[in-house]
């Protein structure tokens, strides 16, 4: 028997794929009646690290499901690019003093490398980069889309700018009233709002990036900052993001997450009036409790509302200097901070302030405190102590007033001692006309009264703000827009895209909190398209998310110069049949990546055949975790790098460990001994399928390899890829029992295997005389009818407790046994992260493991 010696023959196949094109996926044309498959991974951030071995778990297993998509003789697309624009390589070239194009290509070399030597059935020739000019040229012409659009709330659809209605009073002031009437209502606008900012970095965070109220990249304190900022109107899509929920396969977890962050609420906009020394008019609040109503003590508006500080600029506020303060405290609070709960409640009252209840007329003090958000609702609060935590929380630290309006045992003649705010639904007391009502009568009538009396009307809110799409940043796509003095906002002509970035030697970010672009003046002074005069650039970038919520489009047609995409390959390849990424990337890249596919849709950008909604399945993966559970992090030194486990194993052994460790979307920590045991099977395998094969084979280790065949098929169409692996594992051990490998299931068996280790299959297939490839050879298929053998149901134990069943054949070896206990998944949480101290196996009825 020969070495199976990887370093051979998996260099030798890498090269025969890359010069063989086998897995260039072919356009329309190409394909004829093949059926399409698209399977899509988010393509990766190349940064300096490189990767570490938790990376390729998400690629590995998309890899093997389009190859088993491929063996079946579908037409597959299975593309790879690089989001590379962005803080972490701008901060790494300031640092090293580097342009950040030259650390990005270094970086994507890098990773290129890494991800070849895995063996990847990635089609390179489509390969994108969002820095690429001839990409983010593309990434701008859409920007620009969004800029000459506008919503229509009764089409519910983006359509062209040019189509607003404009009053007739506007256009008779000319084209400038109506350029700024359009203004607002493009999907893309300008608009001052409230961010979190980072004084060092000196750049504008998400929240997620400031958690604890320090930028997560370099621990400063972050500080709240009015920035005018490029926004863009998400919001408007809303109730389509949520609705559409319902035509896609996401991981129920995944659409958790969606209807979170959209965050739709429905109740009421109410009315409330405002006194200092005189009237000051209205205010709005939202409320999903109308029928609480008259249990409001008292209104909190958020600390950063506009209305507070434009009553301080007055002189209207007794309580001025105490007010400032708590303002700038807050200022220094992120919006998570803020709404962490059993956070002790905070508040200053606006003295010289009251508001008047819509209904009783009532005079009611007015507070600010932290625990109001101006990005919720209308940043302000009816505040409802005895029906609300955070106001009754409030009330009772500031001995606010508290009154009980729904009682829980009505009609007893008296509710109970209220100890906590009772939250939950009853009868109405103390109500006026409410009173006796169940809650959710006393909600429809108290609206209805609110309309007829113009004190309010029903009303849906969403938690989803419109997407800040402003950084002031040098590493980023320019925002092909043009201010000039006397046309206003001009956007680039499309003959002029794209904008690139200068060239420059010293890109670090002004102090004032500007772009650097800022400074560059003669990349920022140009002449207006339109009038001829003189005008300025657009000194802000875009986020990076701009060029992750379109590549997949542009996969499928990347050498496209008239077009992002061709609307043929767009309606051949859309929507992607499965996408794979990270939990940590279900919630805002989706999101907008959604939203940004939805927009073009309107606009016939994609062609109407491809849908509305760009993914088909959504999946995420679990993380793979250091030896010992942990993270793994360059900080704690526990990272390891895929090279050293492909130098020592082989990219096979690597890959398919990546698939045999752990139910795929759960954690699960490294282990050096499950290396070791895959690398035994193959090298098993390799042995086997050399050796002479046997002629002869028994019904039990026929029915065997059909129940195989069936169980890896389904696996992989379920990914359930470790009990598939495991499947094969317990396939094997049969042959050796038997002998060796019988002639009539050596092909299959190799064809099974070849998703999970395409170098050694593709090997061991030429060695049997083999003509092609395996990789498109076919896929096996199972008899029905042989499926059944002696079988008995295996019950499956952890410390005695009963925790699976497995049907399994009568004469299956008690290292089988074992290994079928162990790969289950229903016994994988009761076993992760615990010792095994033995597995004890009753022939023909039980294993039990002891941890």
């Avoid at 499901?65 to 079946?72: A, D, F, G, T, V």
């Avoid at 958790?256 to 109410?270: F, L, M, R, Y």
């Avoid at 399945?617 to 526990?638: C, D, P, Q, W």
């Avoid at 098929?713 to 094997?732: C, P």
Wanted: with cysteine; aromatic share 12%; hydrophobic share 35%.
């Amino acid at each position: 028997m020969s070495d199976r010696n990887f370093q051979d023959f998996e260099a030798k196949w890498q090269a025969n794929w890359e010069t063989s094109g086998i897995y260039r996926a072919r356009d329309p044309q190409e394909a004829g009646e093949k059926k399409k498959f698209y399977g899509l991974v988010e393509f990766p951030y190349p940064s300096g690290a490189g990767l570490h071995v938790g990376h390729p778990r998400s690629y590995t297993a998309i890899d093997a499901i389009c190859r088993k998509q491929r063996m079946e003789g579908k037409n597959v697309l299975y593309p790879i690019g690089w989001d590379a624009f962005g803080l972490p390589t701008e901060n790494y070239a300031i640092k090293h003093k580097v342009k950040p194009e030259v650390a990005t290509a270094e970086n994507v070399a890098n990773f290129t490398r890494q991800l070849k030597s895995i063996g990847f059935g990635f089609d390179w020739s489509r390969e994108i980069n969002t820095t690429d000019p001839a990409y983010y040229k593309w990434t701008q012409w859409q920007f620009l889309k969004f800029f000459d659009a506008w919503y229509d709330e009764d089409e519910k659809r983006a359509r062209p700018i040019d189509e607003l209605p404009i009053p007739s009073d506007v256009r008779a002031m000319g084209e400038r009233a109506v350029h700024e009437y359009q203004n607002g209502f493009r999907m893309a606008f300008k608009s001052t709002s409230t961010i979190n900012w980072c004084p060092s970095c000196k750049i504008g965070l998400a929240n997620e990036e400031a958690v604890g109220g320090v930028c997560e990249r370099c621990g400063t304190a972050v500080i709240k900052k009015e920035k005018e900022q490029w926004m863009i109107r998400i919001t408007k899509y809303a109730e389509r993001l949520l609705e559409d929920l319902e035509m896609v396969d996401y991981l129920p977890k995944i659409k958790t997450q969606q209807i979170n962050w959209i965050g739709k609420s429905e109740g009421a906009s109410i009315e409330f009036g405002l006194f200092g020394t005189e009237s000051e008019g209205v205010v709005s609040v939202f409320t999903t409790r109308p029928d609480t109503l008259f249990g409001v003590t008292y209104i909190v508006f958020a600390p950063e509302h506009s209305l507070v500080r434009t009553w301080l600029g007055r002189e209207l506020i007794h309580n001025q200097d105490e007010v400032t303060e708590y303002i700038r405290a807050a200022g220094t609070k992120t919006d998570i901070e803020r709404m962490a709960e059993g956070k002790e409640k905070t508040g200053v009252p606006l003295q010289g302030m009251h508001a008047v209840h819509p209904v009783t007329g009532e005079e009611l003090p007015v507070w600010i405190s932290d625990y109001v958000l101006a990005s919720y609702g209308t940043g302000i609060v009816m505040a409802v102590p005895a029906h609300d935590e955070r106001d009754f929380a409030f009330a009772k630290k500031f001995g606010l007033e508290m009154k009980q309006v729904v009682c829980p045992n009505y009609p007893e003649p008296t509710c109970p001692v209220m100890e906590e705010a009772f939250l939950g639904e009853g009868h109405m007391v103390g109500s006026d006309f409410l009173d006796g009502l169940p809650t959710w009568k006393a909600k429809d009538d108290i609206i209805s009264w609110l309309e007829e009396h113009q004190k309010g009307e029903r009303s849906i809110n969403y938690k989803l703000r419109d997407w800040v799409f402003s950084r002031q940043r040098y590493w980023g796509e320019p925002i092909p827009i043009i201010h000039c003095d006397t046309c206003g906002t001009v956007p680039v002509p499309e003959s002029d895209l794209p904008v690139t970035l200068p060239e420059v030697e010293a890109y670090e970010p002004t102090d004032g909190g500007e772009s650097p672009l800022a400074s560059m003046r003669d990349w920022v002074e140009v002449t207006c398209p339109d009038c001829g005069g003189y005008a300025a650039r657009e000194t802000d970038t875009m986020p990076n998310w701009a060029g992750s919520s379109w590549y997949f489009l542009r996969y499928t047609d990347p050498h496209n110069d008239e077009a992002l995409a061709s609307p043929d390959k767009l309606t051949y390849w859309m929507p992607v049949d499965l996408y794979n990424g990270g939990m940590e990337h279900t919630t805002l890249h989706l999101l907008y990546s959604r939203f940004w596919y939805k927009f073009l849709w309107d606009m016939g950008v994609v062609p109407e055949a491809c849908g509305p909604e760009p993914y088909q399945v959504r999946r995420s993966h679990g993380l793979i975790l250091a030896e010992g559970g942990e993270k793994m992090s360059k900080s704690k030194g526990n990272v390891v790098n895929p090279d050293d486990v492909i130098a020592r194993y082989g990219a096979d052994v690597f890959r398919l460990y990546e698939l045999f460790m752990g139910p795929f979307d759960q954690p699960v920590p490294w282990d050096t001994n499950g290396i070791e045991g895959v690398k035994r099977f193959l090298d098993k395998v390799w042995h086997w399928v050399e050796a002479e094969p046997v002629t002869e084979t028994s019904l039990e280790l026929e029915a065997l390899y059909h129940q195989t065949v069936k169980k890896v098929t389904d696996g992989l169409e379920a990914m359930r890829f470790n009990t598939a692996v495991s499947q094969l594992m317990i396939l094997t051990n049969a042959f050796q029992e038997a002998g060796g490998v019988p002639e009539k299931m050596r092909e299959g068996f190799l064809q099974l295997l070849a998703p999970f280790a395409p170098h050694q299959t593709e090997e061991l297939w030429q060695q049997l005389g083999k003509k092609g490839s395996i990789h498109i050879s076919g896929w096996p298929t199972y008899d029905e009818s042989k499926l059944a053998a002696k079988t008995f149901e295996l019950v499956i134990q952890v410390n005695g407790k009963l925790r699976d069943r497995a049907e399994v054949s009568s004469d299956i070896s008690e290292e089988d046994a074992k290994e079928v206990a162990l790969a289950s998944e229903k016994v994988q949480p009761f076993i992760r992260d615990k010792q095994i101290r033995k597995t004890i196996y009753i022939s023909g009825k039980l294993v039990n493991i002891v941890v």
